[in-house]
């Protein structure tokens, strides 16, 4: 008798010890699957017309605040030579400024994320002194655009190719440059891949570009000391879930489809689009010709303000040697 009580009670202890950890693996499995949702929406849903909007910088960081006065100063100079334009796609009314210099060149600024089209006004002097117009917009989500979601470069590639028809087509544009910025660089190389990718988009100038969306969320979470296994993949579930599209795909998976001019921007020093990648993606890139321009100091998507005179010279020298006529 004692030693079938012994047993049954040995066999109820089994089954509470596995009802507790299948409890804690599941109660484990279902927080990271909630602070996934919350880390990406935190990083990527815009939070209504007063986040992500013109009239400020996106932070309070000295360099980038240092960046938008001068850009807005770039504007105040050439305020006379604006447009004010506008577009729909996918449903989303979309807008930005066009600044008519006189020329069949056009530059197209796409920013990265959280930066409205007047952080834009600060890479524009480089393309000017080559010779281009200017195109600065309000990505989806941003400034006066509609939209909710930043979507990694996924949807903006579509919006920037109806920006481009529509410089072509009303504003007699016969050549386009594309400036983008960390998520804006995914965006245009996926634009630049595109088979709807019209002949008068003439290259890219990438800086900070990442591999994909997932690898550089890794960066930030490894930054902030956050757990990485199974919470990035999480949060490329819920991307998924919102917008459509996985940031397990990115530049790294189409670049070897650009044949077009690409120069590369890149700090040595870039944290969240690791050296290691952008290396990689120049060595898988097609593009005739390419070039990488390397700075040894640096924040990412801030290496203009780190060496203005190397990356404009850059910046002409590539529209110069490639596009000149």
């Not at 590639?157 to 995914?186: M, P, Q, T, Y």
Request: proline share 3%; with cysteine.
């Amino acid at each position: 008798m004692f030693s079938l009580l012994c047993t049954f009670n040995y066999e109820i202890l089994l089954w509470v010890l596995g009802g507790i950890v299948l409890f804690a693996l599941v109660s484990w499995i279902v927080m990271y699957v909630l602070i996934g949702r919350w880390v990406y929406l935190s990083n990527m849903r815009r939070k209504g017309k007063d986040s992500w909007c013109r009239g400020k910088a996106s932070c309070d960081e000295p360099e980038q605040i240092a960046m938008y006065n001068e850009g807005m100063e770039w504007h105040a100079a050439n305020v006379d030579k604006k447009h004010d334009v506008h577009i729909v796609r996918d449903g989303c009314n979309l807008y930005g400024e066009y600044y008519d210099l006189g020329n069949d060149r056009c530059v197209i600024v796409m920013s990265g994320r959280t930066e409205s089209l007047e952080y834009g006004y600060y890479f524009a002097a480089p393309y000017v002194k080559a010779g281009c117009n200017v195109l600065v917009i309000d990505p989806r989500a941003h400034g006066l655009s509609d939209g909710e979601f930043n979507t990694g470069g996924f949807e903006e590639s579509k919006d920037v190719l109806v920006w481009a028809r529509f410089l072509h087509d009303n504003f007699g544009v016969k050549s386009i440059v594309l400036h983008c910025i960390c998520i804006g660089a995914a965006g245009g190389m996926f634009a630049l891949t595109s088979d709807e990718c019209p002949d008068y988009i003439d290259g890219m100038v990438a800086e900070g570009m990442f591999a994909n969306f997932s690898e550089s969320m890794k960066q930030h979470l490894i930054e902030k000391k956050k757990p990485v296994f199974l919470l990035n993949d999480m949060i490329d579930v819920w991307m998924k879930h919102y917008v459509g599209h996985s940031g397990k795909f990115g530049p790294i998976d189409v670049i070897d489809k650009m044949k077009k001019p690409l120069l590369m921007i890149h700090s040595k020093e870039d944290a969240y689009s690791t050296p290691e990648y952008a290396q990689k993606l120049f060595d898988k890139a097609e593009s005739e010709p390419k070039k990488l321009v390397w700075f040894e100091h640096g924040r990412h998507s801030m290496l203009r303000i780190a060496d203005t005179e190397k990356y404009d010279k850059a910046i002409v020298d590539f529209i110069t040697e490639n596009f000149s006529k």
